[in-house]
């Protein structure tokens, strides 16, 4: 099944995609068949610049195991710095 | 019996001129000949979706799909053009009609044509198909598990698609619809609602519903391949497409 339900998030930073390094501003998160991985369904995402044009895009697609795993992941690694320490804010505060 | 047939990419005229990439296949022989308008599936323009043109044209068609992300810029592949087109929700449906129409009139201008006009569309190309149906004057159209032609898409999808229910009094040809019983877009409740509305507006429609299949049973690159349903309703197509697109 498609599920059509897109997730679309605002993000700040930076990805490496088939023409290099770009600005990240925007994601994209579902749950859908996936473009390339055997997998009926994956969870996918797509860090995107929309300004940059189709081509800024790096994608992924994961099972629904991985992609927990991952949100996992993200918050220990997370929680493992002091707050606020990769913040937008404070990158910016600090250059 | 010349069985030869030429493919490549051509361009077509969509949507307010719109220069539209596409695929073409067509026979080399000289028999008169229909054609049918291929709509790819959400995931875009893909290698798939050329092997189904060719399809169509190893069986004495003329087949084209145009890309409907092509706007989204040439020379992006068209996985990336496929993202570009989910993040803004999908393609307008007044853009789609637009572009089937461009891709319709392509066909009839070749050598050959007999002006007859199929259309056949997989996963949102079935609701789009229904659609272009309702739209333009076509001679046979074939909805592959298409979503959302009764049912609205969920809240908060982002997806432009609407319900085209409303609009099947202006069917224009007979439908030819294959489903996966295992399918939630579009469940078989869905399915009946639609057959029921065709039933009751006195048109024209031939509905299979396939067991053990789900969404997206004739992708033959995708775990959800499923090879009874998809040939026996390549039958079915092909059956349907010599009753309504023959000379």
């Known amino acids: 099944m498609c599920t059509y339900l897109t997730q679309k998030i605002e993000l700040d930073g930076a990805a490496k995609g088939a023409t290099g390094w770009f600005t990240v501003s925007d994601g994209a998160v579902y749950v859908d068949h996936p473009f390339h991985a055997c997998h009926e369904h994956t969870l996918n995402i797509d860090f995107t610049n929309p300004a940059e044009g189709p081509s800024a895009r790096v994608a992924v697609e994961l099972t629904e195991e991985a992609a927990l795993a991952l949100v996992d992941a993200i918050q220990k690694a997370l929680a493992s710095a002091p707050p606020g320490l990769a913040s937008g804010g404070h990158a910016r505060a600090a250059s | 019996m010349n069985d030869a047939i030429w493919a490549g990419t051509v361009t077509v005229a969509g949507h307010e001129d719109a220069e539209l990439e596409a695929y073409l296949a067509r026979p080399l022989g000289d028999q008169p000949r229909g054609g049918v308008v291929v709509i790819h599936h959400m995931p875009g323009y893909d290698q798939a979706s050329k092997e189904i043109v060719r399809r169509f044209a190893a069986h004495g068609y003329a087949a084209v799909c145009p890309n409907l992300y092509s ?126 509305e065709l039933d009751k507006l006195g048109k024209e429609h031939e ?41």
């Open chain 2, 71 to 196: 706007r989204e810029g040439a020379g992006v592949s068209p996985d990336d053009q496929a993202a570009a087109a989910r993040a803004k929700g999908g393609v307008p449906d007044e853009q789609l009609v637009g572009d089937v129409a461009g891709a319709a009139a392509h066909l009839n201008g070749l050598e050959h044509a007999n002006g007859k006009i199929g259309v056949i569309g997989f996963c949102s190309g079935g609701r789009q198909t229904f659609l272009a149906a309702c739209s333009l004057q076509i001679d046979a159209a074939v909805d592959c598990y298409g979503a959302f032609v009764v049912n609205e898409p969920p809240a908060g999808s982002g997806m432009k698609a609407t319900s085209v229910l409303s609009k099947s009094p202006d069917l224009s040809c007979p439908l030819l619809g294959l489903f996966g019983a295992d399918d939630s877009f579009p469940g078989p409740e869905e399915v009946g609602v639609l057959s029921a």
């Open chain 2, 207 to 247: 509905f299979h519903t396939y067991p053990d299949a789900g969404h997206g049973f004739f992708a033959v690159d995708r775990p959800s391949y499923r090879p009874a349903a998809a040939v026996d309703g390549w039958k079915k197509i092909f059956d349907f497409y010599g009753r309504h697109l023959g000379a």
